[in-house]
């Protein structure tokens, strides 16, 4: 049974960080491209960080208002990946996601194809 879990996040301040991590088990995580989207009520469900099988190959992916202060991770032995968000604002509340797609590279992630999904966690940023 493939079981993405998603913990860290919770409520902080604008301008402060928080580190999301995604533990997996079931899968063959390192056959996996890891990505983490974010759905803020009433609206739709956002790529926001993408990185392949491979780190070492540096294959990232990341949304524009997220560049320059999301980073994603990940440790292969382990089999989570991470991603540490700095310098929160606002808008970025929403409940992030973690999600394992075996096909597509990190920018071709979609919500509609991805294999597995983690059950979500809250993140609040307050103003």
């Known amino acids: 049974q493939v079981q993405l879990v998603e913990s860290g996040g919770g409520l902080v301040q604008a301008g402060g960080s928080l580190r999301l991590s995604c533990a997996t088990s079931?899968?063959?995580?390192?056959?996996?491209?890891m990505g983490w989207f974010r759905q803020a009520p009433e609206k739709e469900r956002e790529l926001i960080a993408a990185?392949?099988?491979?780190?070492?190959?540096?294959?990232?992916y990341y949304r524009d208002s997220v560049k320059e202060r999301f980073t994603i991770s990940r440790d292969n032995a382990k089999n989570v990946v991470y991603l540490q968000m700095n310098s929160l604002k606002p808008e970025d509340t929403a409940v992030y996601y973690c999600a394992a797609d075996r096909l597509r590279s990190p920018a071709r992630l979609t919500p509609t194809t991805v294999d597995y999904w983690g059950q979500g966690t809250q993140v609040t940023v307050s103003s």
């Open positions: 079931g899968l063959a995580f390192d056959m996996y491209t």
């Open positions: 990185i392949s099988w491979n780190s070492a190959a540096g294959t990232t």
